[in-house]
């Protein structure tokens, strides 16, 4: 093993751990998807952020089953969070970092509240490939794109073995990062963003992850020394504010996948939105005010919180009484809650 791969693992290990010692947690290990899961026509890219070819013996040999990808995230949260911690991915190669729930889950819709539809109809013998909604409006809620899906999503279709006309799959892409020349990565990330795509240039923009690398065929991906680059890689907004996109309340149970970016590109090589690897996860967003966590704010979480008042957030289950998260247990945490009385978690 190579001393940079050996580096990787153990900044995995040491990620991870630090990670599920500070909170309660979940751990996946994604694998190799199908390409074609997120776009039916997708196909892989084989060109870095900076748009240079990586060798044929490369792009012959490269499989997704070589990679190591682990996600941690914190599990009950106000906000879905976490690491990723990835070895010999593409190298210097953009990835899109997404939720996506299957049509009939629980969480589907929740998903698609904050990030994105793909729209597929019953032509009465199978389902169509699909498309996206792509009339986001202003960034609020609803968008037109809510508004379509409300509009459609209940009409029948008696031969369809939904018995709906249309089926949506809410998909979310809510953070990204480039590779390194190793096509490593390490992700520290937090679901407060609803990203449309991304975009690739050599110049500084707001919100922008920027790479400066230098391929030369010392690397095996690469069969022509090709010259420095610095390429900036931001988010277009699908939703706004960014960093102020949160998930719903509620039980998820979804996957987590890694999209390659394409840049809409029309190279021979430039891919088209390749699925890469995903994997199943599941968390909770906690209710604000939910105090001992069922789901529903009332006075069960008020006389949780009284019993707890000025104990220490240290202990037991106390931290849970901490509901506006300022490190302590008084009356300000009675007010959070009594202002919430009457709110649950979403059940769709």
């Not at 953009?94 to 539809?117: F, H, M, T, W």
């Not at 029948?156 to 190793?182: C, E, H, Q, V």
């Amino acid at each position: 093993m190579n001393l940079s791969r050996l580096h990787a693992l153990c900044a995995l290990a040491v990620c991870l751990s630090l990670l599920l010692q500070s909170a309660a947690g979940e751990t996946a290990n994604l694998t190799r998807i199908d390409p074609g899961l997120t776009s039916p026509t997708g196909y892989y890219r084989w060109m870095n952020v900076a748009d240079q070819v990586y060798a044929a013996s490369y792009r012959d040999s490269y499989s997704y089953d070589l990679a190591t990808v682990q996600v941690a995230i914190e599990t009950p949260s106000p906000v879905l969070r976490g690491v990723l911690v990835a070895t010999n991915l593409k190298p210097n190669f953009a990835y899109q970092l997404k939720l996506v729930a299957s049509p009939d889950a629980p969480c589907n819709e929740r998903i698609a509240k904050a990030g994105r539809y793909w729209e597929q109809t019953w032509s009465g013998t199978e389902w169509s490939s699909g498309w996206n909604l792509n009339n986001k409006g202003d960034g609020s809620y609803p968008s037109p794109n809510d508004l379509t899906y409300l509009a459609r999503r209940d009409i029948a279709d008696a031969t369809s073995p939904t018995g709906k006309l249309y089926r949506y799959t809410g998909y979310l892409l809510m953070d990204f990062f480039i590779t390194d020349d190793n096509g490593n990565a390490t992700l520290s990330f937090q679901a407060d963003s609803s990203y449309h795509v991304l975009w690739s240039g050599s110049g500084i923009y707001a919100g922008a992850k920027i790479a400066t690398f230098d391929p030369s065929t010392i690397n095996p991906a690469y069969s022509t020394d090709y010259p420095p680059s610095t390429i900036s890689v931001w988010g277009e907004w699908e939703r706004l504010p960014l960093g102020g996109i949160f998930l719903d309340s509620g039980a998820y149970t979804c996957q987590m996948i890694l999209t390659e970016e394409s840049f809409h590109s029309y190279s021979t090589y430039g891919g088209i939105w390749a699925a890469a690897m995903g994997a199943q996860i599941s968390f909770s967003i906690l209710l604000p005010g939910d105090a001992n966590r069922d789901c529903r704010v009332d006075i069960a979480d008020l006389i949780f919180i009284r019993n707890r008042l000025n104990a220490s957030v240290e202990s037991g289950d106390n931290h849970q009484a901490d509901v506006n998260g300022d490190g302590r247990i008084n009356v300000l945490d009675l007010i959070h809650t009594r202002n919430r009385l009457g709110t649950a978690c979403s059940q769709e």
